[in-house]
């Protein structure tokens, strides 16, 4: 059974940091392609990022290209999303999901695999 626990939520201010983390069992992590994705009530689902299975291959929504940063421990079968510099916009539910592939990832994909995500709240 696969599972994906996301942490590491929270509220901060604007300029601040959070490290999210995304704890997988049941499955092979360099197996996987990993990607975070963020919603808000009532919105569209995007992609924040994503992380190839065997590669350092990554790719980032514009939005969070040069403040967030993907990576993974496959020892710990963690991959965590460092957030920098946090905007009001990037508040969301952070959620962290999974496809059983070895190609390089994109933030297109169905992702087969989800957490139940993490809160993000960016506020003065």
């Known amino acids: 059974q696969l599972r994906l626990v996301e942490s590491g939520g929270g509220l901060v201010r604007p300029g601040g940091s959070l490290r999210l983390s995304c704890l997988t069992s049941g499955m092979p992590l360099d197996q996987h392609a990993i990607a975070w994705f963020r919603q808000v009530p009532g919105g569209p689902r995007e992609g924040v990022s994503c992380?190839?299975?065997?590669?350092?291959?990554?790719r980032y929504a514009d939005s969070v290209k040069g403040r967030f940063t993907i990576s993974r421990d496959n020892a710990k079968n963690t991959v965590y999303l460092q957030m920098n510099s946090l905007k009001p916009e990037d508040t969301a539910i952070y959620y962290c999901?999974?496809?059983?592939?070895?190609?390089?990832?994109?933030?297109?994909?169905?992702?087969?695999?989800w957490g139940q995500g993490t809160q993000v709240t960016v506020s003065p």
């Open positions: 992380l190839t299975a065997r590669t350092p291959d990554t």
């Open positions: 999901a999974a496809l059983h592939t070895q190609a390089v990832c994109a933030l297109t994909w169905s992702y087969g695999f």
